[in-house]
């Protein structure tokens, strides 16, 4: 099932809810490639470009994030590597072993649990910095 964009997951900041919509359209592509059965242009085109993307949507991000954020921001950035991380572990993998169906599920769980805790939490305290 491919993910779609609601309201649900807006966090009320135009720049990062527009960058969220294009994430899950490369997923959603990702996705309708695998089920395809165009593994190849899965893996060499729109993986590429996904991780592509996500390094600079999590730079836009971070760059939001004011020094009072402090504990948050520390959080924040932490979940950001270790996603990079373990997105380009698997990318650095023989082609032949990636288990894309297994990928795919997670970056479509990661990205909506972190949507709707974590930078739900960071839009609310840079509404509050604001104030
Ligand atoms: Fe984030």
Redesign the pocket.
């Known amino acids: 099932m491919p993910l779609t964009w609601t309201n649900t997951l807006s966090i009320g900041i135009r720049q990062i809810d527009l960058q969220h919509q294009e994430l899950i359209e490369l997923i959603n592509a990702l996705e309708a490639a695998h089920a395809s059965g165009q593994r190849q242009a899965a893996l060499e085109e729109v993986l590429p470009k996904l991780s592509a993307y996500v390094l600079f949507h999590?730079a836009t991000?971070e760059a939001m994030m004011p020094r009072t954020l402090g504990d948050h921001a520390e959080r924040?950035r932490l979940q950001?590597q270790v996603f990079t991380e373990r997105v380009e572990a698997l990318r650095s993998m023989p082609p032949e072993r990636i288990d894309l169906a297994e990928l795919i599920a997670y970056l479509k769980q990661w990205l909506v649990e972190?949507i709707m805790k974590?930078?739900r939490e960071?839009a609310r305290l840079i509404a509050a910095n604001s104030r």
């Open positions: 999590f991000e924040h950001h972190h974590t930078d960071l």
